[in-house]
């Protein structure tokens, strides 16, 4: 008993969030445990040392693996700390193996009995895996398979993505050990695991290795190429290895599942095809030597080698022109989204015209190419894009006008890309799939007139009808003849009227004045006034008897 009590104390000290009750038996998650243990401290970001100081005893095994783990990326500068590696990955064995012991206890669930045999024999496929037995690391790597998978099937969702991301991690190595045991065919699984972006951590350096060494036995039978109706001999071993795995990458691109593993691949792509390019300049140079010490005569005619160059840099520039055609179109469907928040910048036209100005200048390298200066029907092609990418280019200079509400410069660009656009259709009929891969430019065009339509409007109007960012503290009753899309009137704060309304000035009481008096003609009273004058005292009597009258 008392040792029953000691091991149940080992299997779980904290009983917080390690143990429970299930079908009155003792419980412990511990592929969760792991998980959650390792992004809390430390494998989140690489650093194994940290994670070495953990608090139990399952933990003890994880402590001795992450310090293997450590050991093993430094063992990358330092061989000699390999065998500590070995040492360290036997002991975490031990430990997963003393675990699985303790839970064979009758107290502890059926559950945490058969992860602690995944566990164990994950760990075990990790010791014969680094010591190269491969046919035993496969079995323990397999048995290890079964139990997560079986427990994948039995419980909730969120514990079946959690036991079906350890099977998709130990895959490749199940994989890579079928292919050094004889299995031919597992090699294109790692090489498809690769280009999904599995066979992460201690598996990619391996994945790497193995395919450039299956490049490399291919490579042997590999003698010469042919691009532009001309065989060039191919003699270096590094053109020969990237021209192999030309297609592969191609492929890769084509199935990446986002736009960030398709940025990765290409810079993959673009970086081989540079070193490639790098060993074939080196041996251009000995060439040149050679030429000088007039060890070959014929000094008109490009050189295989010289033609083999061009091929590469053909390569170059055209992955180039992809990337950058892939991030362009990226870019465009965001700058049709509306933009969730205002503080944060999204993308501008004046972004797609930087790639479309890359894009312009890989093209012109392209029609320099030793060798092709006579190839009338590849530089036909190379103009054609051209004039493609420039009607693109034009579009979104057009676009960044219209931001600043250059109404006038922006119909004149939009003019220039319908040329553009029907240059380009003109030009195709004569060459047959020249814009198979190129952007659909009758797009453009509906795109183009659509735009022209609104632009024209927004010109009469005196303001876009389409740019909702242009703040304007005018109020709804003082532009109800001008169309705008307001979002802030089905707001809170809705801007309808102006109060308190400005001060306006109104009539006061009118104050009369007799103006007509003074051009009024009255009649003359001459007459009257001498009556009176010549009458005197006796007028006056008469008038006051009434005589007068």
Same mark, same amino acid.
């Given at each position: 008993?008392? /040792? ?14 390690? @143990?429970?009750?299930?079908? /009155? ?54 061989? !000699?700390? !390999? ?17 699985? +012991? ?69 895959? $490749?190595? &199940? ?50 190429? @042919?691009?532009? #109706? ?66 070959? /005569? ?25 990337? =950058? ?54 530089? +036909? ?34 003019? !220039? ?12 009929? =004569? ?7 190129? $952007? ?8 183009? =007139? ?11 109007? /005196? ?68 009556? +009176? ?7 006056? &009597?008469?008038?006051?008897? #009434?005589? #007068?009258?």
């Amino acid at each position: 008993m008392a /040792g029953d009590k000691q091991n149940e104390a080992k299997v779980s000290p904290t009983d917080e969030n390690k @143990e429970n009750q299930s079908d /009155g038996g003792l419980g412990l998650e511990i592929l969760q445990i792991i998980k959650e243990s390792q992004q809390q401290h430390g494998l989140r970001h690489g650093d194994y040392q940290r994670y070495r100081y953990l608090l139990l005893v399952l933990m003890e095994a994880e402590r001795a693996w992450s310090y293997a783990m450590q050991l093993k990326q430094e063992a990358n500068t330092e061989p !000699r700390k !390999r065998f500590h590696l070995l040492a360290r990955l036997r002991k975490a064995a031990k430990h997963s193996e003393k675990l699985e +012991k303790l839970c064979e206890s009758h107290r502890v669930d059926a559950k945490t009995k058969l992860e602690a045999q995944a566990y164990t024999a994950y760990l075990t496929g990790m010791v014969e895996f680094e010591l190269q037995e491969w046919k035993r690391a496969m079995e323990a790597f397999n048995k290890c398979k079964t139990i997560y998978e079986k427990l994948a099937s039995a419980f909730t969702e969120e514990m079946a993505a959690l036991y079906r991301q350890r099977v998709d991690e130990i895959s $490749p190595n &199940i994989r890579y050990c079928a292919y050094n045991i004889g299995d031919q065919n597992a090699i294109n699984d790692l090489m498809q695991m690769r280009l999904t972006g599995g066979g992460g951590g201690m598996m990619a350096e391996k994945l790497e290795s193995l395919i450039t060494q299956a490049r490399t036995k291919q490579a042997a039978t590999m003698s010469e190429v @042919e691009w532009r #109706g001309r065989s060039v001999p191919v003699k270096i071993d590094k053109a020969r290895i990237f021209l192999l795995g030309l297609g592969d990458n191609e492929a890769a691109i084509a199935q990446a599942s986002n736009e960030e593993t398709k940025e990765h691949l290409y810079e993959t792509l673009l970086a081989e095809c540079r070193d490639t390019i790098q060993a074939v300049r080196e041996e251009l140079k000995s060439e040149a030597k050679q030429r000088e010490r007039g060890s070959e /005569g014929d000094s008109g005619k490009v050189s295989n080698l010289q033609f083999l160059h061009s091929y590469l840099t053909y390569i170059k520039l055209c992955t180039l022109v992809k990337r =950058n055609e892939s991030m362009a179109h990226t870019l465009q469907a965001k700058l049709k989204e509306p933009e969730a928040d205002e503080n944060k910048r999204g993308p501008r036209p004046q972004d797609l015209i930087r790639l479309y100005d890359i894009i312009l200048q890989s093209l012109a390298e392209l029609s320099t190419l030793q060798g092709l200066e006579d190839d009338h029907t590849f530089q +036909k092609e190379v103009s054609l894009k051209t004039l493609v990418y420039k009607a693109y280019r034009c579009f979104f200079i057009a676009q960044s006008y219209v931001l600043v509400k250059k109404w006038s410069e922006a119909l004149v660009l939009y003019e !220039r890309v319908l040329k553009y656009a029907k240059e380009v259709q003109s030009k195709a009929k =004569n060459l047959n799939n020249s814009l198979k891969d190129l $952007p659909d430019v009758q797009e453009l065009i509906a795109e183009v =007139n659509a735009e022209k339509y609104s632009l024209q409007a927004a010109a009469i109007l /005196g303001e876009s009808t389409f740019s909702t960012q242009v703040k304007d503290n005018t109020p709804l009753c003082d532009r109800l003849e001008t169309f705008r899309l307001d979002s802030t009137l089905v707001g809170k704060q809705p801007n309808l009227v102006q109060f308190p309304p400005d001060f306006q000035p109104i009539p006061c009481k009118p104050l009369f004045f007799d103006l007509a008096l003074n051009h009024v003609a009255f009649p003359p009273l001459d007459d009257k006034v001498e009556q +009176k004058g010549k009458g005197g005292l006796t007028g006056y &009597i008469k008038g006051i008897f #009434g005589f #007068g009258s």
